[in-house]
């Protein structure tokens, strides 16, 4: 078996380096409270879909004894993970009491229903009688009757009244931020700015909600429970897909309790009717302070001074993409390579919309993983289509916690009269293409863009995504081929220069890596660069290994998890990896190969993961023109000379900073927009 590390241990490591930036006091204060919100937002979607599967495996019915990844039992690993996530919450609440007193040195307060003035007390009852009080579904518990379906992306009060030795219980879902914000700033004194949580005003007002019940004491507190993620779709074959996913979604509102997370100072008794409730185990619940759902904090308002925060940096045009200029003209002349955010993401609105305007556009093709709510991408799909194009939309349907928008996406599309696709059946749709196809005097040319991100623009201005322009046949046509496999389902699917999982990009990967090992035996320069997301392939792994043990010289840029265990004697002493965790969520797939001195270069929608390699459609396309290739060069070099936001990662969860040896800090984020910034200013 090859030696790993364990994906989940290694994953949890990486939302140990999110934590690390809402610790770190270099980091604006008002953007380490932010980070303390994506390491919440992480850690649920870890219990509610690994820690969820795991609980599933480690409690089967069929005992294997199957060992994990880093040679774990199942039940074995589960408890070593439960006891990791009591860990880490009990820090996290640390460092949001640490961050909160920072915030009242600068004259920020978060205030609760017991330390309000009388005026503030008077703004939050009108507050709450204008915007609360509609949203509030107050449900009676009773020791007989089912408890109400309560859902795992909302959190509630469990309340108790009380009079004499009687007691009444009741539930008060929060209202979501959806529906409302979940911070308000209230009345304050000048030089000072105070904010309040609505489920503290909710409790301020409870006699409001309660007022025809007898009590002698009221008191409310908060929980939250996960549910298991899984999706079971129905497998009968006369029912539509979009029916399936309904029936679906729906089906997983009720998933089975993962975990209870409630108010440390709750009633024994409370606490022991929602356990009962549930069906849950007191080894599924945990307690914490008074507030969750805290992945709200990303949303937190922007109520500091500039020194608080992380200074906003424009996006840059492209020097190659000139403004009130055609895009298809630009493309045709050269491959151009875009960096998102550091580039603006409206280059690719504004090739959608000149396509959707060009009278002598004739097709367009698309793949949709996740999109944002009211999306740009979407209206420039629909006016192409109502202008006459063919348009046809690859929409995934199974883009997991993305379900309902892209359904939604779905019905805005055909309405339109987009021809929408599905994916094909045991094959998810992961790859980012459009397709564009235009009648031109020397007959049809195609202008393609390939990427490694979604096309979305909300998520465009904090993710780090690669993306290529070009109109280049050989790469056209690859991409028509892709496109109309997906439209007939009819294969093989063969392409000459994109590699498509699952039909060749694991094939080719492993020709490469082999002739990087040959290369370094035979005593040439041989190198393996790799940027990812996620590397759990154990197959990569083993490769890597034979590569770092025949004299290639292995770097790896990992964001999350990582199997791969560098730096070990006689397993991995030529292997280098590193993690960078900062302002920009890393999301972009880059391979390079030395190749006997004509380096490869692709950029990827896929991570070195066996559902990425085996079970999806996933492209990767080659960097073939030279500015481009200087520009991905440039990048991986400054990623690799991090010495500010990279960690090392020998040791799975030590998380150390790398130390490069530079006479001068570099921070590679931004670095590069210096970079670009520059390229953009000297540009003609």
């Known amino acids: 078996m090859t030696p790993t590390n364990n994906r989940e241990l290694s994953w949890l490591a990486f939302n140990d380096r999110v934590l690390q930036e809402a610790c770190d006091p270099t980091v604006p204060l008002m953007q380490r409270l932010r980070f303390l919100g994506i390491f919440s937002s992480n850690q649920d979607e870890f219990i509610k879909?690994?820690?969820?599967?795991?609980?599933?495996?480690?409690?089967?019915?069929?005992?294997?004894?199957?060992?994990?990844?880093?040679?774990?039992?199942?039940?074995?690993?589960?408890?070593?993970?439960?006891?990791?996530?009591?860990?880490?919450?009990?820090?996290?609440?640390?460092?949001?009491?640490?961050?909160?007193?920072?915030?009242?040195?600068?004259?920020?307060?978060?205030?609760?229903?017991?330390?309000?003035?009388?005026?503030?007390?008077?703004?939050?009852?009108?507050?709450?009688?204008?915007?609360?009080?509609?949203?509030?579904?107050?449900?009676?518990?009773?020791?007989?009757?089912?408890?109400?379906?309560?859902?795992?992306?909302?959190?509630?009060?469990?309340?108790?009244?009380?009079?004499?030795?009687?007691?009444?219980?009741?539930?008060?879902?929060?209202?979501?931020?959806?529906?409302?914000?979940?911070?308000?700033?209230?009345?304050?004194?000048?030089?000072?700015?105070?904010?309040?949580?609505?489920?503290?005003?909710?409790?301020?007002?409870?006699?409001?909600?309660?007022?025809?019940?007898?009590?002698?004491?009221?008191?409310?507190?908060?929980?939250?429970?996960?549910?298991?993620?899984?999706?079971?779709?129905?497998?009968?074959?006369t029912t539509s897909l979009i029916t399936k996913m309904e029936k679906g979604l729906a089906s997983r509102l009720q998933g089975s309790p993962v975990r209870l997370t409630c108010d440390q100072e709750m009633p024994a008794d409370l606490l022991e009717l929602l356990l009962r409730k549930l069906k849950m185990r007191r080894d599924q619940m945990v307690t914490s302070t008074r507030y969750h759902m805290m992945r709200d904090l990303m949303r937190f308002p922007r109520?500091?001074?500039?020194?608080?925060?992380?200074?906003?940096?424009?996006?840059?045009?492209?020097?190659?993409?000139?403004?009130?200029?055609?895009?298809?003209?630009?493309?045709?002349?050269?491959?151009?390579?875009?960096?998102?955010?550091?580039?603006?993401?409206?280059?690719?609105?504004?090739?959608?919309?000149?396509?959707?305007?060009?009278?002598?556009?004739?097709?367009?093709?698309?793949?949709?993983?996740r999109t944002a709510e009211h999306s740009k991408i979407i209206n420039a799909l629909a006016n192409a289509a109502r202008n006459g194009k063919n348009v046809v939309a690859v929409v995934e349907l199974l883009a997991r916690f993305d379900e309902e928008q892209n359904m939604e996406s779905v019905e805005t599309l055909q309405r339109a009269g987009v021809k929408v696709l599905h994916g094909l059946r045991d094959l998810k749709v992961h790859g980012k293409l459009i397709l564009v196809e235009r009648r031109e005097p020397g007959g049809p040319r195609g202008y393609l863009f390939a990427g490694t991100g979604n096309f979305n623009?909300?998520?465009?201005?904090?993710?780090?995504?690669?993306?290529?322009?070009?109109?280049?046949?050989?790469?056209?046509?690859?991409?028509?081929?892709?496109?109309?496999?997906?439209?007939?389902?009819?294969?093989?699917?063969?392409?000459?220069?994109?590699?498509v999982s699952p039909f060749s990009l694991r094939q080719q990967l492993t020709r490469l890596i082999r002739r990087e090992i040959k290369n370094a035996r035979a005593g040439r320069p041989a190198h393996i660069h790799i940027k990812c997301n996620t590397l759990t392939d154990e197959e990569m792994v083993r490769l890597l290994y034979e590569a770092g043990r025949a004299g290639v010289e292995v770097r790896l840029i990992v964001r999350g998890a990582c199997c791969l265990m560098p730096q070990v004697v006689n397993l991995s002493e030529n292997i280098q990896a590193v993690s960078i965790v900062d302002k920009f969520l890393e999301h972009s797939r880059l391979y390079i190969f030395a190749a006997g001195g004509q380096e490869r270069m692709y950029i990827s929608s896929a991570d070195l993961m066996t559902r990425n390699l085996d079970r999806r459609l996933e492209v990767a396309a080659p960097i073939l023109a030279e500015g481009p290739r200087r520009m991905l060069r440039a990048f991986f070099d400054l990623q690799w000379s991090d010495n500010v936001k990279a960690r090392d990662l020998a040791e799975l969860g030590g998380n150390t900073y790398v130390s490069t040896g530079l006479p001068r800090r570099v921070r590679s984020q931004t670095a590069l927009y210096q970079h670009y910034r520059h390229e953009s200013e000297d540009a003609p």
């Open 303 to 369: 109520v500091g001074g500039p020194e608080l925060e992380e200074p906003e940096i424009p996006p840059l045009a492209h020097p190659d993409l000139p403004p009130r200029s055609s895009l298809l003209t630009a493309i045709r002349r050269r491959d151009v390579l875009l960096h998102f955010p550091y580039h603006t993401f409206n280059h690719l609105v504004d090739f959608l919309r000149e396509a959707a305007i060009d009278p002598k556009v004739s097709d367009l093709f698309i793949t949709l993983y």
């Open 49 to 237: 879909v690994r820690l969820a599967g795991l609980i599933r495996l480690a409690h089967s019915r069929v005992k294997s004894g199957r060992r994990l990844s880093g040679g774990y039992l199942p039940q074995d690993l589960l408890a070593l993970i439960s006891a990791k996530i009591n860990r880490n919450l009990r820090l996290f609440d640390q460092v949001f009491q640490d961050l909160l007193q920072e915030m009242e040195d600068q004259g920020i307060r978060v205030v609760n229903e017991t330390q309000l003035s009388p005026e503030q007390t008077l703004f939050c009852r009108n507050y709450f009688t204008t915007v609360l009080s509609v949203r509030l579904v107050p449900l009676m518990i009773t020791k007989s009757a089912p408890l109400p379906l309560l859902h795992d992306d909302h959190i509630y009060l469990g309340v108790k009244m009380e009079k004499g030795r009687q007691a009444s219980y009741a539930i008060i879902r929060i209202p979501v931020a959806g529906d409302c914000p979940r911070f308000v700033e209230v009345p304050f004194a000048p030089g000072r700015r105070d904010l309040i949580f609505i489920d503290d005003i909710i409790r301020l007002c409870l006699d409001d909600v309660f007022f025809m019940f007898s009590y002698d004491r009221l008191s409310a507190h908060t929980f939250k429970i996960m549910r298991d993620a899984q999706l079971v779709l129905d497998e009968d074959v």
């Open 457 to 499: 623009e909300a998520t465009a201005r904090a993710y780090s995504d690669l993306g290529l322009f070009t109109a280049d046949p050989a790469l056209v046509a690859d991409a028509r081929a892709i496109f109309d496999f997906l439209l007939t389902a009819h294969g093989p699917l063969r392409s000459r220069r994109l590699l």
